[in-house]
């Protein structure tokens, strides 16, 4: 967590931005995974991003029109049985005195007093359609202020507006101390996907290498991954989203892994592929030169004023050249690029923003055309190639997948990467063979 100083200033920002408004965030409900066991509990990263508090059960209000409650945090009480069994609770003093907030009060509480938040606020501010019980809560809360200010006159919320043009609107500006934990997360990916690449040999089961993975994500203070690690090996790298992580590794196969570490809440998303003989064979290096160079291509792109459209074009051009050189694609590339024949090996797009969330909050788009990259912006630059086993080339190719992603902040000057996992052939070879 950040100085409560921090999430002071956050909230006073987004009170400035919205006007007469009331803001109601509720925590993400804790899943039951069987029986009585539960899902390890998350914050939701808004409430997270605005006051550092990662309990359960908790929701926090903030207000531009209260005469004193700007921010409230509702919470689990302290509760000397339910303590032993889980563990200790901050409570409704403790909310107020480590989180800085102006007053706190028992999650119990909440229906009876939301109504007072909401009266007097022109707009309510709160993401409809996220957990159906909770928009009954609210809307609950709604019909009650409408029909008491239908008699004292005073103002009820009219509009209820998304978080997505006030809060990730925020998010997707990243402060300089929040680049700072994004640096670190991704410092630890890297332990992490060194060594994955140190334990990575033929024969050597998926989840092994996993496992090196989560012990150095978990061992350098990182709270989990940010995502399931995809962990793929030979054809399995071509499959966008494996996750099952249980073949042997077999001489002669490339490896995927795509894996980040979540470190205080903020992700890092970093994919690398490489042989697990510790040599690329000649086909496996010239596809994975092509995605390099659509990679080099895409980050010197990134400055502000680009747009993940652009960047998009650029990997797709250069894919579909290397495509056309090795003799995938038999056509000339613009041919390729106009109708589409490149998407048989590059099927997804090449960036999102990456935050607190792996894919983060933030429009993508402004008034309908792309969004132009600005100095605090974090995306990822994560082109691939997957070559079925059944296609229609050269079978020296077939069962081949590769994507190279990196973390990349833009600068005022340009871009910053923050990914460090090695990626040039020389070096992926050298740090399987444990040789960096
Ligand atoms: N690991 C999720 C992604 O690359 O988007
Ligand atoms: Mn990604
Ligand atoms: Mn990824």
Redesign the pocket.
């Known amino acids: 967590m950040f100085d409560p100083s921090v999430y002071a200033a956050r909230r006073a920002a987004l009170l400035e931005r919205i006007g007469s408004g009331v803001v109601v965030l509720p925590s993400v409900p804790v899943a039951t995974r069987n029986s009585d066991v539960e899902h390890a509990h998350r914050q939701h990263s808004d409430i997270h991003y605005l006051s550092g508090f990662d309990e359960p059960d908790a929701v926090l209000v903030l207000s531009s029109v209260h005469a004193e409650h700007k921010s409230v945090l509702f919470v689990r009480p302290k509760n000397r049985e339910r303590e032993i069994w889980d563990g200790f609770r901050h409570g409704v003093e403790g909310a107020v005195a480590t989180f800085g907030v102006d007053a706190a009060f028992p999650i119990g509480e909440l229906d009876a007093r939301l109504p007072d938040y909401l009266e007097g606020s022109a707009r309510l501010h709160y993401e409809l359609g996220e957990h159906a019980e909770f928009d009954e809560r609210v809307l609950r809360a709604l019909r009650l202020v409408r029909a008491r200010c239908r008699r004292d006159g005073r103002t009820t919320p009219t509009e209820i507006i998304s978080t997505q043009v006030s809060i990730h609107e925020m998010r997707l500006l990243k402060e300089e101390a929040e680049l700072a934990v994004m640096r670190r997360a991704n410092a630890i990916t890297t332990e992490g996907h060194l060594a994955a690449m140190r334990r990575a040999a033929p024969s050597v089961f998926e989840y092994e290498v996993e496992a090196e993975l989560l012990r150095a994500f978990r061992a350098n203070g990182a709270e989990r991954p940010a995502y399931d690690s995809i962990v793929g090996g030979g054809p399995n790298a071509t499959v966008l989203h494996y996750r099952r992580n249980d073949r042997q590794l077999r001489d002669g196969d490339l490896l995927l892994i795509?894996a980040g570490c979540e470190y205080q809440y903020y992700a890092a998303?970093v994919?690398r592929t490489f042989p697990v003989n510790g040599t690329f064979s000649a086909p496996q290096r010239a596809l994975y030169e092509v995605v390099l160079a659509a990679q080099d291509a895409c980050i010197a792109a990134v400055r502000p004023g680009a747009t993940m459209d652009g960047i998009h074009d650029v990997a797709v051009r250069v894919l579909t050249a290397g495509l056309v050189d090795l003799g995938l694609l038999k056509t000339s590339v613009d041919a390729a690029i106009e109708s589409g024949t490149y998407r048989e090996f590059y099927m997804h797009r090449t960036s999102?923003w990456?935050g607190m969330d792996?894919?983060d909050v933030g429009s993508t788009f402004l008034a309908g055309a792309p969004r132009p990259f600005a100095a605090g912006h974090v995306l990822?630059i994560?082109p691939g190639l997957y070559v079925a086993q059944d296609a229609d080339v050269d079978e020296r190719y077939r069962g081949i997948g590769i994507r190279i992603?990196d973390d990349i902040a833009v600068t005022a000057g340009g871009h910053e990467n923050l990914t460090t996992v090695p990626k040039s052939v020389a070096d992926v070879e050298a740090a399987v063979r444990g040789a960096l």
Do not use: G, I, R
Request: no cysteine; net charge negative.
């Open positions: 795509d998303d994919t999102h990456l792996v894919h990822t994560e992603e």
